[in-house]
Structures are given as structure tokens and as C-alpha cells.
């Protein structure tokens, strides 16, 4: 919903995604509580290499990641998301909910190639300077010592697609908006924003390498 849902049952002003345009490839990795485990999301992510040609993939939205340490160069899915990236696929991730404190960042969030997004609160205005990045936007430095995440996106309250019978919906009831919509935080959300971004930016320049499109966001965000 948030990268490119239609709008359609939000008339006569439809809450669109960023990119409504853009065709959604889904691979499952979780069932409906949204749990699942690394091998499962590294098989997901083998099935995006072997199809990314086939099926036109060019962004990798990964709203998810896990607590470790391990070193990037021997972890596998540090390995999995890098391998896609030299692939010309643009793998955008959640940088994580642990913040404030440094070193929260998730893997593969914590990958040096990849763009790894962090949450901010607009307040729901245009107005740039009353931004602020929540206490649970996870933070870096890396254990690795690198700097992430690389960008900001909106992340608070944003309003998306239902996905009706899903734990979220049944623990958040309160959240839910008319019958088809739900409000949500967290960098889950952010990275959905900057992934819509990138299918526009894919779309705007289609010979973009994933490295021209993390430089284009990162080169041009402003300071919050």
C-alpha cells in the first residue's frame, strides 16, 4: 500500500502510494502473525535473483531484519543482499525499531552496500523544520563502525493497505480506518516510502545502477 497502493477505496481523496504505478512482486516469507526466519527470507531472496530478470525486478523492499553482530563479509545475509545489489537490484531496508542507542541497526541493514532507511515524524505537515526522528529508530554506528542508516524517510502514522485477519490488525484495532486501511509506525513503513521512491527514480532513469540511486537519495536528503 505505502510503495504503490491505487487508492482505490479512499475516494473522493485517494491515499495513494508513492509510486502507484509501479508493479508489486510479492514473495512470501511470513504467514499472517508476520513471523518467519532467516532461511526462510534467504530463500525469498534467492527466488528475487533467479526471477529478477523475468519479472523486471529492480527494487527489493525488505521490511524486516534481525538483532547480530556477525561481520558483514561472512554473514549470509549480508552475502544474499549484496549479490542482489551487483545484480542491478536496489535492496532497501529497514534500519530497525531499537533506537535510541548506537549500534540498533538490523541485519542486513547493517550492510554497506544497501540503503538502509531509518523512520523521522513530519507531524503530518510540509514543513521541514519540525522534523524529528523517533526514539525507536534504530541508530548506528554498525558493529562494523559504519555510519547507517543512510537516509530518513516518514515513518510515523502512516496510512496504508488492510491486510485483514493479520495479528497486527487484531492487537491494533484502534488503528484501523474505515474497511480497507490501517495507520502504522515504524521503519517497516519508511522503507516502503523510500522503495516507492526508487521505482520512480528507476522509472525517471532506467539505466540507474542501485549504487546512481543511493547516491541520488543520499546526495540530496536534507539534514534533520
Known sequence: GIVAGS??????????????????????????????????????????????????????N????????????????????????????????????????????????????????GAYDDLRDANPSNDTVPTWSSQGPTAAGLSKPDVVAPGRTLIATRAPGSTVETQNPKSLIGASYIKGSGTSEATAVVSGVAALLIAAHPTWTPDQVKYALTSTALPI
Open 62 to 117: 525488505l521490511s524486516w531484519g534481525v538483532p547480530s553482530t556477525q561481520e558483514p563479509r561472512i554473514d549470509p545475509l549480508n552475502y544474499a543482499v549484496e549479490r542482489l545489489w551487483k545484480s542491478g537490484v536496489t535492496v532497501v531496508v529497514a534500519a530497525g525499531n531499537s533506537g535510541p542507542n548506537a549500534g540498533t541497526i538490523l541485519k542486513p541493514g547493517d550492510d554497506p552496500l544497501v540503503l538502509t532507511v
Open 7 to 60: 487508492g482505490a477505496d479512499s475516494q473522493p481523496t485517494p491515499r495513494t502510494g508513492v509510486a502507484p504505478g509501479a508493479k508489486i512482486i510479492s514473495v512470501k516469507v511470513a504467514g499472517a502473525n508476520g513471523a518467519t526466519d532467516v532461511s526462510t527470507v534467504l530463500a525469498g531472496m534467492s527466488w528475487v535473483g533467479a526471477f529478477a530478470a523475468d519479472y523486471n525486478i529492480k527494487v527489493l
